[in-house]
C-alpha cells in the first residue's frame, strides 16, 4: 500500500497544476518545446519535471511559477486563480466548501472584511 504524500498540494498549488496544464494543452506546448522555452527564459526544468508537476507528483515553487507565468504572458494572480472554466462552480465555490467537478476549494470569508 502506497503512502499519502507527506506535503500534498493545496488549493493554489492544485491551481497552478491545473492551470499550467492547461496553458500548455491551449498551446499545443509538448514537454519538450515548454522545457526549450522555459530554458530560454533563463529556467531549466526537464521534461519528467515539468510531467511530475502536471499530475501533482511535484510541487511547483515560486522560481517555477515565476518562469511559467513569463513564458505563458500571465500573472503569478492568473497562474493561482481557480479554473474559471469549470462550469460548475466557475471557479468560486461557496465558502467552506470544494467544487466536486475541479476540486477548487472555497475560501472562507475573512473577518472585518
Do not use: K, W
Given at each position: ?86 462550469e460548475n462552480c466557475h471557479g468560486a465555490p461557496p465558502a467552506g466548501f470544494i467544487c466536486i467537478r475541479c476540486e477548487t476549494t472555497g475560501l472562507p470569508a475573512r473577518a472585518g472584511v
Amino acid at each position: 500500500m502506497s503512502e499519502p504524500p507527506r506535503n500534498p498540494l493545496g488549493p493554489a498549488g492544485r491551481n497552478a497544476q491545473r492551470n499550467i496544464r492547461r496553458l500548455r494543452e491551449e498551446r499545443r506546448f509538448s514537454y519538450a518545446e515548454l522545457a526549450e522555452r522555459l530554458a530560454g527564459a533563463g529556467h531549466r526544468m526537464d521534461v519528467l519535471d515539468l510531467s511530475a508537476l502536471e499530475r501533482g507528483e511535484r510541487r511547483v515553487d515560486v522560481d517555477d511559477l515565476v518562469a511559467l507565468a513569463a513564458v505563458f504572458g500571465r500573472s503569478l494572480d492568473q497562474m493561482l486563480a481557480p479554473p474559471a472554466e469549470c462550469e460548475n462552480c466557475h471557479g468560486a465555490p461557496p465558502a467552506g466548501f470544494i467544487c466536486i467537478r475541479c476540486e477548487t476549494t472555497g475560501l472562507p470569508a475573512r473577518a472585518g472584511v
